[in-house]
């Protein structure tokens, strides 16, 4: 390295290789993530007993900036979810749709309610009959994994003094269970 002498400007002359270097790795951090860019594609939904109904809730929550990929990835890529009803909907019947549940190789009716945006999320609620214990359960959750390929979302079943936390993803896509405490196998 050199340093010019001159009292009026202060110049340093490099080396190439370390101007190069400087320039590379300009370049790698003005091309890495941004830092206020969320690390993973993660959902979460819980499926329990809502006390005071004697109804099963399931509530899904999925992150908006997600949620409006999907959107506009499969309908429009104009859709806006924070500001359209539209698109809404839309996300709303994709998302229940995405949530499959059988029981002994039937399927349980799992009724659309509604969703709502709060704090960053996509709320989405559905409901059904209560759960009987026996049985084999076989639940599907795969939204967001059409477009997001690294998605994750992780169900919560809260029943009978007992919960169950499964994680999904497009390799394992769906679980098997039961209630009663007995072995699926």
């Known amino acids: 390295m050199a340093v010019s002498k001159d009292p009026q400007t202060l110049q340093i002359h490099l080396p190439r290789q370390f101007a190069l270097l400087g320039l590379l790795l300009l370049c790698a951090f003005l091309s890495s993530p941004r830092?206020?860019?969320?690390p993973r594609k993660e959902a979460e939904i819980s499926i329990e007993l809502n006390e005071n109904t004697g109804r099963i809730e399931v509530v899904h929550r999925y992150r908006i900036i997600d949620s409006e990929d999907v959107i506009q990835e499969l309908y429009e890529p104009t859709l806006s979810i924070k500001e359209d009803a539209r698109a809404q909907a839309l996300f709303g019947a994709y998302a229940a749709d995405k949530l499959q549940l059988s029981r002994n190789g039937r399927p349980v009716d799992l009724t659309f309610?509604?969703?709502?945006?709060?704090?960053?999320?996509?709320?989405?609620?559905?409901t059904t009959d209560p759960l009987p214990r026996d049985g084999t359960y076989v639940l599907r959750a795969s939204a967001l994994m059409d477009v997001h390929p690294?998605?994750?979302n992780i169900v919560n079943v809260r029943l009978f003094d007992d919960v169950q936390t499964f994680i999904f993803s497009r390799s394992s896509p769906w679980a098997t269970f039961r209630l009663d405490g007995e072995s699926v196998y």
């Open 113 to 126: 309610v509604g969703g709502e945006i709060d704090d960053g999320y996509v709320w989405i609620y559905q």
């Open 150 to 152: 690294t998605q994750v």
């Open 35 to 38: 830092a206020d860019a969320h």
